[in-house]
C-alpha cells in the first residue's frame, strides 16, 4: 500500500511562516478519493487532529490554528499541503499527515494510512 511522506518541517521564530507537504510514497499516486488530515504531537501530550480535507474539498481547522494554518492540496490531489502563518511557540510538535480512504477524518476517526513526522519548532 502507499505510504505517506512528509516534508518542510525545520525551526523557526515566532512570527514566522513554514509550508510542509506530504505525498504518497509512489511518485504521481493520487488521493483523489480520499480524506487527509494534518495532526500533530507535542511533547507529553497526546496527538490532535490539526486540520483535515474531506476527498470533495471541504476543510476544518482546529480551533488553535483557525486563521493561521491553511491545508491545501495540488491539482491533481497527489500532494497535501499545510502552510503555517504567524507560528507561536505552542505550535511545536512533530506534524504527521494521514489519509483514508472513507473519504473524511474527524476526530474519532482512525486514518489508515500515517507519514513518518517532521518536527516543527517554533521559538
Known amino acids: 500500500h502507499v ?4 516534508s518542510g518541517g525545520g525551526s523557526v521564530q515566532a512570527g514566522g511562516s513554514l509550508k510542509l507537504s506530504c505525498a ?3 511518485p504521481g499516486y493520487s488521493f483523489r478519493s480520499y480524506g487527509m488530515a494534518w495532526y500533530r504531537q507535542a511533547p507529553g501530550k497526546e496527538r490532535e487532529l490539526v486540520s483535515s480535507i474531506r476527498s ?3 476543510t ?9 494554518f491553511t ?3 495540488d491539482n491533481a490531489k497527489t500532494t497535501l499541503y499545510l502552510q503555517m502563518n504567524n507560528l507561536k511557540t505552542e505550535d ?3 506534524y504527521f499527515c494521514a489519509a483514508d ?14 507519514g513518518q513526522g517532521t518536527q516543527v519548532t517554533v521559538s
Do not use: C, F
Not at 505510504?3 to 512528509?6: H, K, S
Not at 480512504?101 to 500515517?114: A, L, M, Q, V
Open 101 to 114: 480512504e472513507r473519504g473524511y477524518i474527524i476526530g474519532t476517526t482512525k486514518p489508515d494510512y500515517w
Open 24 to 26: 504518497g510514497s509512489i
Open 3 to 6: 505510504q505517506l511522506v512528509e
Open 56 to 58: 470533495d474539498g471541504d
Open 60 to 68: 476544518t481547522y482546529a480551533d488553535s490554528v483557525k486563521g493561521r
Open 92 to 94: 511545536t510538535a512533530v
Open 71 to 73: 491545508t491545501s492540496q
